[in-house]
């Protein structure tokens, strides 16, 4: 087969590209440490999410050094998220874990590295940390159903002396009242016409 | 004689086929301009936030689905039977799926309208992906199957024809046009393979409630095992009028055509192995899965890569030929006032430009920054909503005269419309892509959120907005411009004046006789491609199927 010499070196010129931009993000996975989510092996009945550990969603220290996050995403809110804020300390190891009791949905920090989807059956595992005290807007970004522009709520980043284990003990209470309520405000939620 | 005397039938099932799709274009259209007008908040009274989803989700469909793939099938009708110079073996059998495509389409198209009339039971509100758990009706489901079923019929009328010209003509290489459509054609029942399981096996059961539950992760994976590789479906019948046309037009020929059989070959094994870039958020899959598709979809570049040199190269060619010079001072001997030239060299332009939109999008983590925000619309407006929209169009005021045998009119409507296209999608676009990086999502009927801040540098969000409009009603205006001179050209009276235009192809500079006889082996490519998908897929599908067909599953969840 005959080639022409320009198409030759255009080949060859292409394919140093290619690698190029594969090496690119070799280095930003491997050398810089941003990933995307994987498999994490755990799966669970979406209709009965009570009988586990997103049955109480909201944060925990698991260890001084490492906090986390469980999620619901669910039609049309974030638990925690979106009737009281994601609270996570800053300069930690955060561990989000993100599951749905019903349809496909996306949970995205607006702003950040942090985009990702939310499968019923699946949990999406995602581990980050956050430099500084911020306020961020999360939104669900993939249809949900007839409520979906309304589906959004904030992750603050709070200084990590500022969540002490003791703190968070009663916060976690906290938490689990507000998250009782938000099931039932999800349960009225008025925008969705039948 | 032209194509339509020649071949009179055949040419009224590409006149049915286009008409289909410009119907469909010209729909979707309106709709898009809705569609941009509500979700800027210019206008939220024509109807509600709920509704959105059922505009879009007809749009996504009679866009991404029914204007590509009826065009698609016409255009391959022609150039298969016009480069083999054989017509069809029966044509009650092209008919036939040609009825069947319209069939479904009709079929679904009332599914997602009864989402918006009351007196229409049904709903389909789930958007041109249909993620479970997320419910439409049956009807919906079944007219999409039809759909892609009867288009598989236009396949088996190539391959019969190409089977009837071998008989004939033992020893001779295959005429690259057919080449191409067979090449597309066998990619598209390659990829559609998985979202017929999806929608056969799983969707359609299950919203009939003869299955309770599907896995939202098996079914999605499934939908982009096609969904990838359907983007190649819509771009290779452009490849094969930037290949086989485009040279002609810009008064040359063709470079090479053993390169470009290496490209077809090239697209029909890489691209269904890729779809999990799609996937990089997606819980369940591995990340060394994703790696590892990350790294196909950059091969995938190199096709492109090579379409884009020869397309550029044939330009120049034949720009030279007419008398171009200089280092690029030829490009102002182009026939710039030809809109199929200049229609296809401006789609040229965007997919050149979409492109680097793409490398971010394939990008492992770099896609974190874009995923699901408005910036992927934004990339695909300007790749299938321009650069193999445009070509269509570009390429239907070459072929119509001669498929009615009625000389273009409305001419200078038609010169101007590709430039409308073009700088209508250039503002469009370009405002979708960057509200999308301030995080702004797509597929929202009000992207405005009480808790939520988005950071738009330089621009401010109304300026935006105001882009994205104005894009929209520039492109609607070129829509109405393209309907207009096609209709006019349509009603015209046949043989009144001589075609302008007619449909000789010039050899390439190097022919197919350069190439090597394996190109034209089918058989191999396509075992060669089911190998990699069994590498690429085999895995993880296994994985999911492990933990039962159904499981863990969910119950379906009407909208
Ligand atoms: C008059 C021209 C057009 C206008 C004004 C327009 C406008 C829009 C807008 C505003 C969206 C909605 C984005 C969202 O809410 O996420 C959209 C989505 C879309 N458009 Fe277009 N568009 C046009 C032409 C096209 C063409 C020619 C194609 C393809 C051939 C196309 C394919 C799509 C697809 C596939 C979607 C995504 C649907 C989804 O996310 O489910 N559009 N368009
Ligand atoms: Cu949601
Ligand atoms: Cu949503």
């Known amino acids: ?38 498999d994490t092996g755990q799966q669970l009945d979406p209709s009965a999410l009570d009988d586990t550990e997103f049955a109480d969603p ?87 159903g007839a409520g979906h522009q309304s589906m959004a709520g904030q992750l603050v980043v709070v200084p990590a002396d500022a969540m002490s284990q003791n703190a968070t003990a009663s916060a976690d209470a906290a938490n689990a009242s507000a998250v009782n309520a938000s099931t039932q405000a999800s349960i009225a939620t008025p925008e969705v016409p039948a | 004689m032209t194509y339509v005397d020649d071949f009179p039938g055949e040419a009224r099932v590409v006149r049915t086929a286009f008409a289909i799709a410009f119907a469909s274009i010209g729909l979707g259209g309106a709709l898009g301009v809705l569609q941009a007008l509500f979700r800027t908040g210019y206008s939220r009274s024509l109807f509600s936030s709920v509704d959105y989803y059922s505009i879009l989700t007809a749009h996504g469909v009679l866009m991404a689905l029914v204007f590509t793939t009826f065009f698609i099938v016409g255009l391959f009708t022609w150039g298969v039977t016009r480069s083999l110079d054989t017509g069809f073996r029966d044509l009650r059998f092209t008919w036939g799926w040609l009825g069947l495509m319209t069939l479904g389409t009709v079929l679904a198209f009332v599914t997602i309208l009864g989402g918006i009339v009351g007196f229409i039971p049904t709903h389909a509100a789930v958007l041109y992906t249909f993620y479970a758990p997320l419910e439409a009706s049956p009807t919906f489901y079944l007219g999409l199957a039809l759909l892609v079923v009867g288009s598989w019929g236009a396949g088996v009328d190539y391959v019969l024809a190409l089977l009837d010209w071998r008989a004939e003509h033992p020893d001779e290489r295959i005429p690259l046009q057919t080449f191409m459509a067979v090449a597309t054609m066998l990619l598209w029942v390659v990829c559609t393979l998985g979202v017929a399981v999806e929608v056969v096996v799983f969707l359609l059961p299950w919203s009939l409630g003869l299955i309770p539950r599907v896995d939202p992760l098996l079914t999605r994976t499934l939908f982009w095992y096609f969904g990838h590789a359907v983007v190649y479906f819509w771009l290779l019948p452009a490849y094969f009028v930037w290949y086989t046309i485009f040279p002609k037009l810009s008064g040359g020929r063709l470079f090479s055509d053993p390169l470009a059989r290496v490209v077809f070959v090239l697209f029909l094994v890489l691209s269904t192995p890729v779809g999990v870039h799609h996937q990089y958020g997606d819980p369940g899959l591995s990340q060394g899965l994703k790696f590892v598709q990350m790294t196909s979809t950059y091969f995938i570049l190199l096709p492109s890569l090579l379409t884009a040199f020869t397309v550029v190269a044939s330009m120049e060619h034949g720009a030279r030929q007419r008398g171009g010079k200089g280092l690029l001072k030829w490009l102002r001997a182009l026939p710039w006032e030809n809109p ?56 239907t ?8 045998g009625k000389r273009l009119r409305l001419r200078t409507l038609a010169a101007v419309q590709p430039y409308l296209w073009f700088v209508g999608m250039v503002f469009m676009s370009n405002a979708m892509h960057r509200v999308g990086l301030a995080g702004v999502p797509r597929r929202t009927s009000e992207p405005q959120y009480e808790q939520v801040l988005f950071n738009t540098p330089i621009a401010t969000m109304g300026e935006l907005h105001l882009q994205t409009v104005g894009g929209a009603f520039i492109l609607f205006a070129s829509l109405l411009c393209f309907l207009a001179v096609v209709l006019s050209t349509w009603l015209g009276e046949r043989g009144a004046e001589p075609l302008a235009v007619n449909g000789h192809i010039p050899e390439a500079l190097s022919g197919p006789e350069h190439s090597p006889r394996i190109l034209d082996d089918f058989r191999v490519w396509v075992a060669l491609t089911f190998l990699l998908l069994l590498i690429a897929y085999g895995p993880p599908l296994a994985a999911m199927v492990q933990n039962g067909l159904f499981a863990p599953g969910s119950a379906p969840i009407p909208v």
């Open chain 1, 1 to 38: 087969m005959e080639i022409h010499r320009l198409e030759k070196i255009w080949i060859a010129v292409s394919l140093l590209f290619i690698v190029g931009l594969i090496a690119s993000i070799v280095y930003g996975v491997a050398g810089v440490g941003v990933g995307t989510v994987g």
């Open chain 1, 58 to 144: 909201g944060g925990h220290w698991a260890s001084e050094d490492h906090y986390v996050v469980h999620v619901v995403a669910r039609q049309f809110l974030f638990q925690p998220g979106t009737q009281e804020p994601i609270t996570v300390p800053a300069n930690t190891t955060v561990t989000f874990y993100v599951t749905s009791p019903d349809v496909v949905h996306g949970f995205d920090v607006v702003g950040t590295q942090l985009n990702t989807m939310v499968i019923p059956g699946q949990v999406t595992e995602f581990t980050t940390e956050f430099d500084e005290p911020k306020t961020y807007g999360i939104v669900c970004h993939e249809y949900c």
């Open chain 2, 340 to 395: 199929s030239f200049s229609g296809i060299a401006l789609a040229g332009l965007a997919f050149a430009a979409s492109g680097f939109g793409g490398m971010v999008n394939a990008g492992l983590n770099v896609n974190a920054l874009v995923h699901n925000t408005m910036w992927v619309p934004g990339h695909f407006h300007l790749t299938v909503g321009t650069a193999v929209a445009l070509t269509f169009m570009a390429i």
């Open chain 2, 397 to 404: 005021y070459w072929l119509l005269p001669q498929l009615t």
